[in-house]
């Protein structure tokens, strides 16, 4: 599956742009600020419904437009399938799949399996939980629609379980029965994730493993560490665990119980990652773990997914960025693109032994051409 062209109106800062891929590695080149990663967003708009620069639709309209639309052809077993994104102000988003408009944009999800590498992703290691678990939720819903589903049911379900705590929290009473319904709602949905993010990290570690070692060596073993509260996933675990956090939840006026508080802990060599990692220790780790999702990505869906880096190769070493291009050359079968600044570094790493079709993309002020 590959994309074979982009067609952009008003999209950020491109006015109008139409571009043709290659289907193996394709590289836009310039400066910061030219339009490089906006290129990326656009594909991302078209495989996951939305970008990844911002939650708001609106802010991807070009300054003093009222819309932007992204169109694509998509190849997949030599089927051409035609894929269009539109965004009106005031009217909103609409994804149109081979002229059928979609329902529910959550129907579109893993039909085109996608994986970004950004340079913020070392917040994974840095920031909060909430990005690690975001990490975790939207590879597993690529593939498995039954969690995402799960997912959906559990966020609106905890929604009006903590608007009804806030509200008890105002009148100034509390009444468990009815905190207890929601709790038995909540239960069957936070046991499916539970399960879906074991199941996923006990799959996912040895692809991890594997790439971290071929982008370092084997002096450097990185471990992945699942934290959860709850300690027996079953129905009488859970409610346990509600039992003990109700009083918390009534002076905080939120539920502080379950699977939307579990996280990830990052360790290299036993050591934290977040605590005594250098710079390019975190962010080979980040690669590691954005390939291994590729990897694993790959397995589910039987697809080779479209793997998108932006400007990740700034601050690498000679030897990491030389066994990044051969990984993308030897491991990674599906559609790439990369943006960075330097067209020399560029002409260097793909100039060694790579046998894949390389092209390139020279991006100035909104402006893409074919080099």
């Known amino acids: 599956m590959y994309f074979a062209d982009l067609n952009l109106t008003h999209f ?5 742009q139409e571009l043709h891929f290659s289907p193996q590695i394709n590289c836009f080149v310039g400066a910061n600020g030219s339009g490089k990663t906006n290129l990326l967003d656009a594909l991302h708009f078209l495989a996951l419904t939305r970008g990844f620069r ?9 300054k003093g437009e009222t819309y932007f639309f992204n169109g694509a052809t998509l190849v997949k077993n030599e089927a051409k399938l035609k894929i269009d994104v539109n965004y009106l102000k005031g009217k909103g988003k609409k994804v149109i799949f081979n002229q059928k408009p979609l329902v529910k944009m959550s129907e579109h999800i893993g039909r085109i399996p996608l ?20 990490f975790l939720d939207m590879l597993i819903a690529q593939y498995d629609h039954s969690y995402l589903n799960h997912l959906i049911h559990y966020e609106k379900i905890l929604a009006q379980r903590n608007a009804l705590l806030k509200l ?14 929601w709790d038995t709602q909540l239960i069957p949905h936070g046991i499916a994730i539970y399960k879906g993010r074991e199941s996923f990290l006990r799959d996912f570690m040895p692809y991890f493993e594997e790439f971290f070692k071929k982008i370092v060596s084997n002096e450097e073993k990185p471990f992945i560490e699942y934290r959860s509260q709850i300690e027996e ?5 859970w409610l346990k665990l509600m039992a003990e956090h109700q009083e918390r939840d009534r002076v905080q006026q939120y539920t502080t119980g379950g699977t939307h508080r579990d996280d990830l802990n990052f360790h290299i060599n036993d050591h934290s990652a977040r ?33 998108l880096l932006d400007d990740i190769f700034d601050k690498l070493d000679e030897h990491r960025l030389q066994s990044i291009a051969n990984l993308l050359d030897r491991d990674i079968q599906g559609q790439t693109f990369i943006t960075d600044t330097s067209y020399e570094r560029l002409a260097e790493v793909f100039s060694k032994n790579i046998s894949r ?7 100035k002020d909104g402006v893409a051409q074919e080099w």
């Open 233 to 237: 996933n079953t129905i009488d675990g």
């Open 168 to 181: 008890m929290g105002e009148q100034r009473f509390f009444d468990k029965e009815q905190v207890e319904i």
């Open 115 to 134: 994986i970004t590498i950004l340079p913020n992703d070392t917040e994974l290691i840095n920031g909060p939980s909430a990005g690690r678990r975001k």
């Open 275 to 307: 605590n005594f990692g250098s710079q390019g220790q975190q962010k080979t780790f980040v690669i590691s773990l954005k390939l291994a999702q590729y990897r694993l990505l790959e397995k589910h869906t039987n697809i080779h997914p479209i793997l």
């Open 12 to 16: 950020r800062n491109y006015y109008q």
């Open 54 to 62: 911002s939650t708001q639709d609106k802010f991807a309209v070009k």
């Open 357 to 363: 079709e390389v092209k390139f993309f020279m991006v």
